[in-house]
């Protein structure tokens, strides 16, 4: 089965600290994702990477950075948590599609985050 | 980009078919339709996924319109753990791998 992990499934933040959220998979995926689920807004990705040390914006990076050392690990940075940063964080991975080809493989999702900013 | 639209929810009884509507009417040739759900306290799960032919597997089957503007995902017993958020979601060919999740639609199963 593939796993994708995430550090915590609940975390309590002050405003102005910085954290991390880290998220590992064990299926040897190239893509990894960071998504944030809000009511009313759904899922909006952050960020994504394709291979290690490599970083693509989602649709709302902002107060957001990424860091991909290894392969197996994807983690998420909030330089200075604010409060509307309060949300649930997914994780999610694949194999590299071929999309060219229209060859696009599923999304492993984690269980997630849910990260209160107080 | 071609979106899709779905109804904000549906309601089934258990161990009958439900069938769920997405509607994609300015789809491309290029698009593949996807769908994904999210369980209650869960991160989302692949469906299925087609382009043009009706697909089958374990979980669900897809039927997709012959002129692509619309498609349906099909269970063919729900059951209470087929209770979830479905997401109808377009991929393009030579685009990005990134799904672009709407609000999708609440699918209630009742005993």
């Known amino acids: 089965d593939v796993k994708v992990t995430q550090s915590s499934r609940y975390l309590v933040k002050r405003t102005g600290e910085k954290v991390f959220l880290e998220c590992v998979q064990d299926m040897d995926h190239e893509n990894m994702f960071w998504y944030r689920q809000d009511p009313g807004l759904g899922l909006r990705l952050i960020y994504f990477?394709?291979?290690?040390?490599?970083?693509e914006k989602g649709d709302i990076p902002e107060g957001y950075s990424v860091s991909r050392e290894k392969k197996e690990r994807f983690s998420l940075i909030l330089e200075s948590a604010s409060t509307n940063q309060t949300s649930m964080y997914l994780c999610a991975s694949s194999f590299r599609g071929e999309v060219w080809a229209g060859k696009f493989y599923e999304q492993y999702f984690g269980p997630g985050t849910r990260l209160t900013v107080t | 980009d071609a979106k899709t639209t779905q109804p904000n929810s549906m309601e089934s009884n258990e161990e009958e078919p439900v069938h769920l509507p997405c509607n994609h009417s300015t789809i491309s040739g290029t698009d593949y339709i996807h769908w994904y759900r999210q369980l209650p306290s869960q991160g989302p799960e692949y469906v299925i996924h087609?382009?043009?032919s009706n697909v089958n597997n374990r979980m669900a089957s897809l039927a997709i319109a012959e002129d692509r503007k619309s498609s349906t995902l099909i269970l063919h017993r729900a059951t209470l753990r087929d209770a979830a958020v479905y997401y109808c979601?377009?991929?393009?060919?030579?685009?990005?791998?990134?799904?672009?999740f709407g609000k999708g639609m609440k699918l209630t199963v009742n005993p």
């Open positions: 087609g382009l043009t």
């Open positions: 990477s394709y291979d290690v040390k490599m970083k």
């Open positions: 979601i377009l991929l393009t060919q030579g685009g990005s791998e990134k799904l672009v």
